[in-house]
């Protein structure tokens, strides 16, 4: 099970960071854009906190400009960098180009044939919007379990975004995703159960008897 932090707030990576099991940060141009920072000053940023992987997203749909904005984070994030990309006709040609050289995640995949051509590429990751799809498609569980056949035994992980409940995210689990991309309001959450708050205000209670004052 693997889990990211989708934002661009440094309160809110910092605070999800405190936790060993977080692997990397899940970013795009829409996350980007709710910080006041540059691109490349939010990137530096990243690039030093103790993770595995930074996912950005390109923005550009010319090849000459996409590579010059690859090189750029590249530069910043170094071995961290994982080079997100959309299931365009361009963004396909884009991702062919660079797969040998980058790990790369195609994103917004709502289709199996999106997906096939990810694997086919040679793509790391896939991301899958969850809520999206619930709309777009009814049953985004039934979508999520298609994914994970489709790219069962590939090299090719699937990484569920997109979640704005925890009970999407168990949902999810169930049709067999184990990667979650999770906004901070999801991820800070997860902690919280009525019956675990009962359960620890009912030990707090007993056990204040076994403290020596």
């Known amino acids: 099970m693997v889990f990211y932090i ?3 707030s440094y309160t809110e ?13 899940t970013t795009n141009p ?14 530096k940023r990243l690039s030093h906190y103790p993770i595995e992987e930074v ?28 080079v997100k990309i959309p299931p365009t006709e361009m963004g396909f040609k884009f991702a062919g180009l660079i797969s ?10 709502f289709s199996l044939s999106q997906a096939l051509i990810a694997k086919e590429i040679g793509a790391s990751y896939i991301a899958i919007y969850i809520n999206r799809a619930s709309k777009l498609l009814e049953d985004s569980t039934f979508f999520a379990k298609n994914m994970s056949l489709v ?25 067999g995703i184990d990667h979650f991309a999770l906004p901070f309001k999801v991820f800070d959450s997860l902690y919280k159960h ?11 209670e007993n056990g204040k008897y076994l403290i020596k004052q």
């Open 13 to 25: 990576i910092e605070h999800a960071l405190e936790n060993v099991w977080v692997k990397g940060i």
């Open 55 to 82: 996912f950005y997203q390109i923005k550009s749909t010319n090849i000459k400009i996409m590579l010059e904005e690859l090189k750029m984070a590249q530069k910043i994030l170094e071995n961290k960098l994982v």
């Open 194 to 204: 009525p019956g675990s708050i009962q359960a620890v205000e009912k030990f707090d």
């Open 6 to 8: 989708d934002s661009s």
């Open 151 to 175: 790219l069962c035994g590939s090299k090719t992980d699937i990484i569920a975004a997109s979640i704005k409940s925890p009970r999407e995210l168990h949902d999810t689990a169930l049709a």
């Open 30 to 43: 829409t996350i980007i854009n709710k910080n006041r920072d540059s691109t490349e000053d939010i990137l």
């Open 100 to 109: 040998n050289q980058h790990p790369i995640c195609i994103t917004a995949v």
